[in-house]
């Protein structure tokens, strides 16, 4: 599994993290979004297989017993897992994968596979941080609470992470990763097979 490039992006809940990475993928339509397995309900407009697999409860146990997935977590109550088959297949055919997943998920992506960007997302600060959690509206202020306390305990685990992006303003924090991801697709290491080609040929 040497070929293939993947980021990853976590971020706080409300951060905007998903329109960043929407228009990752609108501007660089190769790369490929790891589609994560959830037990939590689709929210209005989500599509099963495109934003999730959205599976219940007992097949997520199920699949958790049988080892299919890289890593997985329970998240406000909910369960969402990344499928190791899935990352493998598209990882060995040299595709460029996206993973939206939160820091835990990320720390044991990063301890297995041992490689991959980590990019995380930031709000331009923590007071407007909890106004857009209060400003989305599908959420009761008991989960808006929750969400702002677990967004507290993700900050701390910023230190591990390649890269860091302010969500000032959407076009350029999307800028920020198109930048992340085509400085990763221009690394030597990366290029090595075509290096070699150019090389033997005259
Ligand atoms: P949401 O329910 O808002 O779509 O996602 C909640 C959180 O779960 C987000 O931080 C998202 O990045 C994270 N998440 C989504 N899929 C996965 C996954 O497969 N693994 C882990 N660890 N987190 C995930």
């Given at each position: 599994?040497?070929?293939?490039?993947?980021?990853?992006?976590?971020?706080?809940?409300g951060t905007g993290k998903s329109s960043i990475c929407q228009r990752l993928l609108q501007v660089c339509p190769e790369i490929k979004f790891s589609?994560?397995?959830?037990?939590?309900?689709?929210?209005?407009?989500?599509?099963?297989?495109?934003?999730?697999?959205?599976?219940?409860?007992?097949e997520f146990q199920e699949r958790i017993e049988r080892g299919e997935f890289a890593e997985w977590t329970e998240?406000?109550?909910?369960?969402?897992?990344?499928?190791?088959k899935a990352m493998k297949d598209l990882l060995a055919k040299g595709e460029a994968v996206l993973l939206d997943i939160e820091p835990r998920g990320a720390k044991k992506i990063?301890?297995?596979f041992r490689r991959g960007i980590f990019v995380f997302?930031?709000?331009?600060?923590?007071?407007?941080?909890l106004k857009r959690l209060e400003e989305r509206g599908h959420e009761t202020p008991a989960v808006i609470r929750a969400r702002y306390a677990q967004a507290e305990s993700e900050l701390k685990e910023i230190s591990w992470y390649d890269y860091v992006i302010f969500n000032d303003n959407l076009e350029t924090a999307a800028k920020q990763l198109i930048s992340i991801y085509i400085a990763q697709r221009c690394k030597r290491n990366h290029l090595?097979?075509?290096?070699?080609?150019?090389m033997n040929k005259k």
């Open positions: 599994m040497d070929k293939g490039i993947f980021i990853v992006v976590s971020a706080p809940s589609i994560s397995y959830t037990t939590r309900v689709p929210r209005p407009g989500e599509v099963d297989g495109k934003d999730y697999f959205f599976i219940s409860r007992e998240n406000y109550g909910n369960l969402y897992g990344t499928s190791i990063k301890q297995q997302v930031l709000p331009p600060s923590r007071a407007e941080l090595q097979a075509k290096i070699k080609q150019f």
